[in-house]
């Protein structure tokens, strides 16, 4: 099988250098020159959790020769229209393009490639880019996981290839119900890389002080919420029912939640938001494919989600340069009762 990593950024680089390690036919595409030359000359090099420097093969998009049998998809979500129409005539017959971003991508990509080229797969741990070709592991080795499935829920041999290919690095979870996979993933990324970015800190800052644990609490509130109205089973991840542990209705189950959520994020407490990561290089981040995604679902279904907009508006001006990264951004919350 013909492999191609399309996002050689943070997640991208340790996911190139454990599959080349294993001898995956993998080639890494990237779209600056720089980072390409030094992957190209210096290796995949991965630190934290994991100490290692893997030779491997890098790309410029344009230097993507022949076609491929899975191609994963680890670029932001601003330009998913324009990569699809872009790697369209780089997928095999049977190719299958395999996205590994947060949110909800797969429709979106399915208009453009058809429904049965395209996997999703949730990723259960966190990177942060270093340098080029430098990447550090922010989870723990050991609690690593993907979670891999058709959006229609329909397991086939290319399923099966897919996740013989990644289970080189860490295990796979066949998933039969994308949807509620997806949204689990979207309830952690708007609570923990929402408010992380807000305070400019990691996922387990977002939990240490009490009123920040508390907004972030809410946060995953209103995602419950939104889904459950939208008709969505929030599946498990990495076998915790975060639905039955985080959800409440009395005073004594929010209690115990809030004593309940440091704990549940203590392997990946060490994870910098990709909005954050983004935000600081001064590029646009994904908030709109994640919050602004969950918003517009409580739109949809008449779901009042006051925590994930305010998360939106915050990081907005954020981005506009209007305010900073910063626990002094809680006071923008002042308003919302949690």
Not at 49 to 72: C, H, K, Q, S, W
Not at 117 to 127: H, I, K, N, S, Y
Not at 169 to 196: Q, Y
């Amino acid at each position: 099988m013909r492999t191609a990593i399309y996002g050689a950024g943070s997640l991208g680089i340790v996911l190139g250098a454990y599959l080349s390690k294993a001898g995956v036919d993998i080639t890494l595409v990237h779209h600056r020159q720089e980072m390409v030359d030094v992957l190209n000359e210096k290796g995949a090099r991965v630190i934290g959790n994991v100490e290692m420097t893997v030779p491997v093969r890098a790309v410029l998009p344009r230097e993507m020769d022949g076609v491929y049998d899975v191609i994963f998809l680890i670029t932001k979500q601003l330009d998913n229209a324009r990569s699809a129409q872009f790697l369209k005539s780089r997928l095999g017959e049977n190719g299958v393009l395999c996205t590994m971003q947060n949110g909800l991508p797969e429709k979106e990509l399915a208009d453009i490639l058809g429904q049965s080229r395209v996997l999703g797969c949730t990723v259960a741990w966190g990177a942060t880019l270093v340098e080029d070709g430098v990447s550090r592991l922010t989870s723990s080795a050991s609690s690593m996981t993907f979670g891999l499935g058709p959006w229609d829920g329909h397991w086939d041999r290319r399923c099966d290839d897919v996740r013989n290919v990644l289970e080189t690095m860490c295990p796979v979870d066949e998933v039969h119900d994308l949807a509620g996979t997806r949204w689990s993933k979207l309830l952690i990324n708007a609570a923990f890389s929402g408010m992380g970015t807000v305070i400019g800190g990691t996922f387990g800052d977002c939990v240490r002080g009490k009123r920040c644990c508390r907004l972030t609490l809410q946060a995953i509130q209103e995602c419950i919420e939104a889904g459950r109205a939208a008709g969505v089973s929030f599946a498990k991840v990495q076998g915790k029912d975060i639905e039955a542990l985080l959800y409440y209705k009395t005073a004594f189950k929010k209690a115990l939640a809030l004593k309940i959520l440091p704990l549940a994020i203590r392997k990946h407490a060490a994870i910098e938001p990709s909005m954050l990561q983004d935000i600081k290089k001064g590029k646009k981040c994904e908030i709109e494919a994640i919050n602004g995604a969950l918003c517009r679902e409580g739109d949809r279904t008449n779901t009042p989600t006051p925590v994930n907009d305010r998360i939106v508006e915050v990081i907005r001006r954020i981005e506009k340069g209007e305010l900073t990264p910063g626990e002094e951004n809680l006071r923008e919350f002042n308003d919302i009762d949690c």
